[in-house]
């Protein structure tokens, strides 16, 4: 059905968002056009090669940050949608601890980063990883 779509749609080039555990290179092959990838290892690491991949084409910026939890899908999909609105990137964490990749990719890019809007309330991102944060940004 998507390779049918991307044909009927005229799509020359598509972007595989995820790992080779999340979308195989056969599946990815299988699109019928050539194709970018912007993954990782996990999901946290995949959110941040998104937003390096947006961000170097000039799709979205790093001034706003969304940051969802990836354990549950539910904030991270309005988060994404209210991200590509305001033309920021949307980064995610587990619910207790930062993953090293979310936060690497939060000091890389400290310097520029004005906003962070969290998906979700203390259940879905802890306040222990909203101190972690608030310390990446004001060590900048």
């Known amino acids: 059905d998507t390779k049918y779509a991307l044909a009927t749609l005229g799509v020359t080039r598509a972007v595989v968002l995820g790992g080779e555990v999340a979308v195989p290179g056969s599946v990815a092959a299988d ?24 961000v170097a084409r000039g799709w979205v910026t790093w001034d706003t940050v969304g940051l ?11 988060g994404g949608a ?9 980064l995610l964490t587990r619910t207790d601890v930062l993953p090293d990749t979310t936060r690497s990719g939060l000091e890389g890019h400290a310097t520029v980063i004005d906003t962070i809007m969290v998906m979700g309330g203390p259940v ?7 101190a972690d944060v608030r310390t990446i940004l004001d060590a900048r």
């Open 31 to 54: 699109l019928g056009v050539p194709y970018d990838r912007a993954g990782a290892q996990d999901r946290y690491g995949t959110a941040v090669a998104v937003a390096e991949y947006g």
């Open 68 to 78: 969802a939890t990836g354990v549950q899908f539910p904030d991270a999909l309005g």
């Open 82 to 90: 209210a991200m590509g609105s305001s033309g920021g990137v949307l």
């Open 124 to 130: 879905a991102v802890a306040d222990a990883v909203l």
